[in-house]
């Protein structure tokens, strides 16, 4: 889809600026959903379509959002203003192509989004793993220190009140998602990049196009700025002449390194020293090694935006995570049952060793859902050693998304199922939602946690798991595993599954 529908950069400004009518195509999605808040505060006329997200939905039209659960031309019920795409929408949508014919401007999420940022001082996280908990850890640790930030963050932050926001301050955090090149849509004064990693090759193609692809990101930072990133994939980036760019670890030597950490109940304290010159400490309330990491990026960047880091790892100390990152959804009969968008095999291992440490000494079931096909036959060798620290995997069906008719018809979750019992893995697997909770249920044992990981839907079933749990009466006792496994070599029909 063109990005700009012939728009040039300064005209996308004056669109963003003065558009008396917003459409946002795919509202549901979190960065979506964020824009249209932002674009309601700004008193536009705001109205949207998504085809999933009921509840997300529902919410937004109490909010003043006109909304519609289809795609549909005459959605397009306006002469002037601007359509807004997700990065998934494709150029065919009914809507696109009905703006297109009215000459309504057309634009993706990112530049719109770098439109809003436009004379802000620009932080943009970015990362194959952990920039929404990083951009979240941030912007809270800005709000908390007085600083009044902007944000737009790919996830749900209680804290924050949601996903985006636009302050009066002088700084705007941005996670820069490398999906569809996303991120080469901003300049940042300062960038973050937490790691690299082998994920969304349909966009890359290989590892070797990931790091050329944040090489072009980091060629972004504005004269003067700086990037901040992680120790292990420093060596693949280089920022253009006149950027700073500072190694940050955790344990390790770097030029911004968590230090000393103490570990309790799977939370870990530090203290950060950056480049030498002792900066804080912090004892986290997300638990998680990775955290620290990211919470050392977090407190860097605002140091580098003329704040005291000291001030900001306390108030980092503070934060409580964002949405579906780690995200305990209750404990009934003493089974804690804990969420979390963990989809890619590095994200997996870190959740289930935090889960591990957290909970030390009790059984560990892992509930996945893959996300795509094309992630899982490409990465499937990865996914049957990512659940090292499960003691029980059950996989639900692959969760579609961007996937061709061929990709669908490449590997199930059947094809993982067998992988990893060829490791030595008890694993069971359910098509569908109301198999997946019966199962647990019938399962799932006193001392046990349970754990949905996934980018999808996944989380239903825990909500629903729960449910079930709280409703039995008190002082029962969760019976004995009475189940039918599946067959060995996972041969289950795959229906399409309903949806809580």
Known sequence: MSELNGLSHADLLHVVAHAPRVHLVGVAGTGMRGLARIFLARGATVSGSDMGGTKVLASLLEEGVRVRACHLASNIDFDRGLVVASAAVDERNPEIVAAREKGIPVAKYAPVLGAIAAGKRLVAVAGCHGKTSTAAMLAFALREIGADPSFAIGGQVPQLGGSAFEGKGEVFVVEACEFDRSFLHFSPEVAIVTNLDRDHLETFGDFAGVVRGFQ????????????????????????????EKLTVAAGKPADVRACGLRESGGRYGFRL???????????????????????????AAAARLGHDPRAVARAVALFEGAERRFTRLGEPGGVPVIDDYAHHPTEIAATLTAAKRAYPGRRLVAVFQPHQHRRTKVLLDEFSKAFGDADLVVLDRIFRARDTEADVRSVTSSTLAHRL????????????????????????????????????????????????????????????????????????????????
């Open 216 to 243: 072009e990101f980091v060629e972004r930072i504005r004269p003067g700025g700086t990037l901040l990133v992680g120790e292990k994939d420093a060596k693949h980036l280089s920022p253009k002449e006149g950027v």
């Open 273 to 299: 020293s950056i480049r030498g010159r002792a900066s804080g400490e912090c004892r986290l309330s997300v638990p998680g090694q990775f955290q620290v990491a990211n919470a050392a990026c977090a407190i």
């Open 421 to 500: 019992r060829e490791r030595g893995k008890r694993v069971e697997y359910r098509p569908d939602h109301f198999g997946l909770v019966a199962l647990l249920e019938a399962m799932v044992q006193p001392q046990d946690v349970v754990l949905t990981l996934g980018a999808g839907d996944i989380d239903t079933v825990g909500r629903e798991l729960v449910n079930r749990l709280t409703l039995r009466p008190a002082g029962s006792r969760i019976p004995r595993p009475i189940y039918h496994p599946s067959p060995a070599n996972g041969a289950i029909r795959e229906p399409a599954y309903p949806v809580f």
